[in-house]
């Protein structure tokens, strides 16, 4: 009986506050803001990775995100040049190299972006590849 009373308790709790939240007068425009901050998450994050055990594939992506980000760098966009210089790095068969002479290569201010950044990158790459891994489970 005890039990019973919890958990009715706990659902009326429940019920009350979800219908507090859909009705406050600023609900419709946080959940319009929150979908455009995703939109333009993926919109911003435009890098199309290659397949994951295509080893001549990921090599072009490598040399084609090394030249990208000397672009962007050159061009003054230092946080597209770290960018893609983090995902050059994630997919150098040698990163520690890399790093090493990109500290040498580097301004100070972006090199430090890029070690911040390896982290934030590295769990896009996984995301996406998990992404790829559930949608082919899906279609078997």
């Known amino acids: 009986t005890i039990g019973t009373a919890c958990g009715v308790g706990l659902l009326a ?26 939109r333009r998450a993926r919109e911003e994050d435009d890098v199309e990775l290659p397949p994951e055990h295509d080893k001549e594939a990921i090599e072009k992506f490598f040399v084609k995100e090394i030249e990208v980000g000397e672009e962007c760098l050159q061009a003054g966009e230092v946080d597209k040049a770290v960018k893609h210089f983090s995902y050059a790095v994630i997919f150098c068969p040698q990163p520690q190299n890399l790093l090493k002479y990109m500290r040498e290569c580097l ?15 590295n769990k896009r790459v996984a995301e996406t590849y998990n992404r790829i891994h559930v949608s082919e489970e899906d279609v078997e």
Do not use: W
Not at 13 to 38: L, N
Not at 107 to 121: D, F, G, H, I
């Open 13 to 38: 709790y429940c019920a009350y506050f979800d219908y507090q939240r859909r009705h406050a007068p600023d609900y419709r425009e946080r959940v319009t803001a929150r979908r455009e901050r995703i």
């Open 107 to 121: 301004p100070s201010t972006a090199y430090t972006k890029l070690v911040e950044n390896l982290s934030a990158a």
